[in-house]
């Protein structure tokens, strides 16, 4: 390991500017001054205070949970069913039919966001919190598919080929069999997905009319010099939370490849 | 057999059905109207109509400040992912060569933990650290280095850059790597009984047998930098735009449903395009140095 004292270093350094950005939150959240700057001026929690004191912020946080919750459960349905059939399934067309499901990985978010609304409002619908969980069910799907995907390749056909053998219908072996080997990667599926509803700005921003959500909110007060603490200690919030789903999501998805008796080939998408 | 088969197939598409419908209603079904919408006249307040037209792709050629944008957004995303892509090279490099097998998903998941945290956030940190007296002008202020504000962040295109490569770098990472993964180690290994350097080896072996990855790295820079918003959006209070600003400007502001759905179809052959040749260029580099 110690072979390439270079390659090691340049690593180290691309980690640094990868993640310099995030230190920066918990050194600032807990700053106690309105000036956003180094030399630093001793502990407070005043900015933790004022994001708990926030009406509005309360507000935003509710509609991204209620948003974040829908997706990710929506998408991850239509994730089984777009996996299962790709995985269990012969069928004709099926590329092109999961070219049009996976779409949206390769298609620019503003592109997809803007033909939406363009229909949207021509059809004279209003837009609300509804409007932005159906655009991003779209943009979620995918990462649900992906995962999803993988986790019903990992399973054994064998194991469904024999309970049928032995008497259980389709369904109950989907339901016996197949649904508790794969519960991993729903799992993970689940998280990963919630995570990226939470964190999306584009659609919540254009398909909710100025609705009140979480990043649509974070982006504007980020415009106000005197709001930058607070921000930095919701930042900090969001980052450990954001990192706890993710750790649980890897560790159901390494439950689930260990289970079905795979070998791990790396993390995430 | 043949029976089977069809059991199959029906089982198969019942399946797929509720995706496939979903996408279909909510991403064809749009995107056709878009294509529609581009070739109609457009009136006020976001109504389109006959007859049929192809001014709204003439005016994109016409007027000097549509082809400047298109160019800008090209050529910013274009920079932002060679930038992105070189750094992520010798990093998955590391990572697949030189770290154990056992540590591998840990550094993995080092490296892609900043990508899970709000991107509004990450971009919006930057206006903290290079803004307007954020911390690079405040800290060299104080420390009496500077008498005035930088200001980094109003630097318009090299702003723009520095801020997307940083938040579009671990999406580089992955795909790269599992190339590299694939690649037989044994071959290295005979490529240096066979007395290659290390470096020839590299260059003749390891380096082609991963292009597949960076295409795939390209792409999935390429991509969504170019539609990028946000960025541009902030950098220097919105005067640089790129092609989502434009787009919005068209629909949203300017209420132009018609020409700003031409600007959304251009766009989108555009970034099909340019990702189609730099697949070729990839794939020529790759069988070049053969």
């Not at chain 1, 980020?222 to 969001?238: H, N, Q, S, W």
Request: include cysteine.
């Amino acid at each position: 390991m110690s072979k390439a004292p270079i390659l090691k270093t340049f690593t180290l350094l691309y980690l640094a500017f990868l993640y310099a950005p995030i230190l920066l939150l918990p050194i600032f959240a807990f700053n106690d001054s309105k000036v956003v700057a180094f030399p630093l001026q001793g502990l407070t929690l005043q900015w933790f205070r004022e994001l708990f004191a926030d009406q509005n912020l309360q507000i935003a946080l509710k509609n991204s949970l209620i948003i974040a919750l829908s997706v990710s459960t929506l998408s991850t349905i239509l994730g089984i069913f777009a996996a299962r059939s790709s995985v269990r399934y012969k069928w004709k067309g099926k590329g092109p039919v999961l070219g049009l499901i996976m779409l949206p990985l390769v298609l620019p978010e503003m592109i997809a966001a803007m033909a939406l609304l363009v229909v949207l409002l021509s059809l004279g619908i209003q837009l609300s919190l509804f409007t932005i969980i159906l655009g991003q069910v779209l943009i979620c799907t995918p990462f649900a598919v992906a995962i999803l995907t993988s986790a019903f390749q990992s399973l054994d056909r064998s194991l469904e080929e024999a309970s049928m053998d032995l008497g259980e219908t389709q369904m109950s072996t989907f339901r016996l069999i197949v649904l508790p080997l794969v519960m991993p990667g729903i799992l993970a599926s689940f998280l990963i997905t919630f995570t990226i509803s939470f964190d999306e700005f584009i659609i919540a921003n254009f398909l909710g009319s100025g609705k009140p959500v979480l990043s649509v909110y974070i982006f504007g007060q980020f415009r106000f010099p005197a709001k930058v603490p607070a921000m930095l200690a919701l930042g900090t919030i969001l980052v450990v939370f954001s990192i706890c789903l993710l750790a649980i999501a890897e560790y159901f998805r390494r439950r689930g490849i260990a289970r079905t008796g795979g070998k791990d080939s790396g993390g995430f998408l | 057999m043949a029976q089977t088969n069809s059991s199959e197939a029906k089982s198969g598409w019942l399946l797929i059905s509720p995706p496939a419908i979903y996408a279909g209603l909510l991403l064809a079904a749009p995107l056709a109207t878009v294509v529609i919408y581009s070739v109609l006249t457009g009136g006020s307040g976001g109504s389109v109509g006959l007859p049929v037209t192809a001014e709204n792709y003439a005016a994109i050629v016409e007027k000097p400040i549509y082809g400047a944008i298109l160019w800008r957004s090209l050529y910013i995303s274009l920079l932002v992912t060679l930038v992105t892509v070189v750094l992520a090279y010798p990093v998955a490099y590391f990572v697949s060569f030189h770290v154990k097998p056992v540590r591998k998903s840990l550094w993995l998941f080092m490296i892609t933990i900043p990508f899970w945290t709000s991107y509004i956030i990450r971009v919006s940190l930057w206006f903290v650290i290079l803004g307007y007296d954020g911390i690079v002008d405040q800290t060299l202020i104080s420390l009496g280095i500077l008498d005035h504000q930088l200001n980094i962040a109003s630097y318009g295109v090299p702003a723009i850059i520095i801020i997307l490569a940083h938040a579009y770098a671990p999406f580089a990472v992955l795909p790269i790597f599992v190339s590299l993964e694939k690649v037989d180690r044994s071959l290295l290994e005979a490529g240096q009984d066979l007395g290659e350097s290390r470096w020839m080896t590299f260059l003749r072996v390891t380096l082609p047998l991963s292009i597949p990855g960076v295409i795939a790295a390209v792409l999935i820079v390429f991509i969504p930098t170019v539609g990028d918003y946000v960025t541009p959006k902030l950098v220097g209070d919105g005067k640089v735009p790129m092609i989502a600003n434009l787009i919005e400007t068209q629909l949203l502001k300017l209420r132009d449903f018609a020409q700003g759905s031409a600007l959304a179809v251009v766009s989108m052959v555009m970034v099909g395009l340019v990702s189609v040749v730099l697949v070729m260029v990839s794939k020529r580099m790759a069988g070049g140095s053969k």
